[in-house]
């Protein structure tokens, strides 16, 4: 008897040979419940009117150089009640986005305004399954966790430490009392 193959796996077997060996070990960094916010340029939807709105500074000030600013928009339910849906704001521009990427921040519905609950984050965003406080936990990035902490989202992640940082200022501190000092201690001084 003989097999016939089926007439898509000859155009199958380049892509599978492309894959990386190591692909079949990749898993999510989250697990399978982790919904990435995906952004979009949505231009004349009351989101991207209301993005619009709550960013118009930046926008403005983009315009000023000369830049003509993109306006990307996602949304996401980070409540663990329903129809509370966040909007997550990306404005692109030279002037705006650095090195890291373009950042963005996330917003809220209170009523009839918009709080800013997350500012300036750097990386593709995931909301995660679980939750603190009723509002879904987000993933900025591969590891950099955010939770909520009643009014907004607190970083998880500790900071990186910025040297002897007291101690620095401690000693910058002290060198102004004694040039003040010697200032005043000078003929003529005050």
């Known amino acids: 008897?003989?097999?016939?193959?089926?007439?898509?796996?000859?155009?199958?077997?380049?892509?599978?040979?492309?894959?990386?060996?190591?692909?079949?070990?990749?898993?999510?960094?989250?697990?399978?419940?982790?919904?990435?916010?995906?952004?979009?340029?949505?231009?004349?939807?009351?989101?991207?009117?209301?993005?619009?709105?709550l960013n118009d500074q930046d926008i403005a000030g983009a315009v000023k150089r000369g830049e003509q600013p993109v306006v990307l928009i996602g949304s996401a339910p980070l409540s663990t009640h329903h129809g509370d849906t966040a909007l997550f704001v990306q404005v692109q521009s030279a002037s705006l986005c650095g090195s890291a990427?373009?950042?963005?921040?996330?917003?809220?519905?209170?009523?009839?305004?918009?709080v800013k609950v997350l500012d300036s984050v750097s990386g593709p965003i995931k909301v995660l399954p679980t939750s603190r406080g009723g509002m879904h936990d987000l993933v900025v990035g591969d590891k950099d966790r955010w939770v909520?902490?009643?009014t907004g989202y607190q970083d998880t992640l500790p900071a990186e430490p910025i040297g002897n940082l007291k101690r620095s200022v401690e000693r910058h501190q002290e060198r102004a009392r004694a040039h003040a000092a010697a200032a005043a201690a000078a003929p003529g001084g005050q």
């Open 148 to 150: 909520w902490a009643g």
């Open 101 to 114: 990427g373009c950042s963005t921040s996330v917003y809220l519905k209170q009523g009839a305004e918009w």
């Open 1 to 53: 008897m003989i097999r016939r193959l089926p007439l898509l796996l000859p155009l199958m077997l380049p892509l599978a040979l492309a894959i990386p060996a190591n692909a079949a070990h990749h898993r999510p960094s989250h697990g399978p419940g982790a919904a990435p916010v995906i952004l979009t340029q949505q231009t004349g939807s009351a989101l991207d009117r209301a993005a619009r709105l």
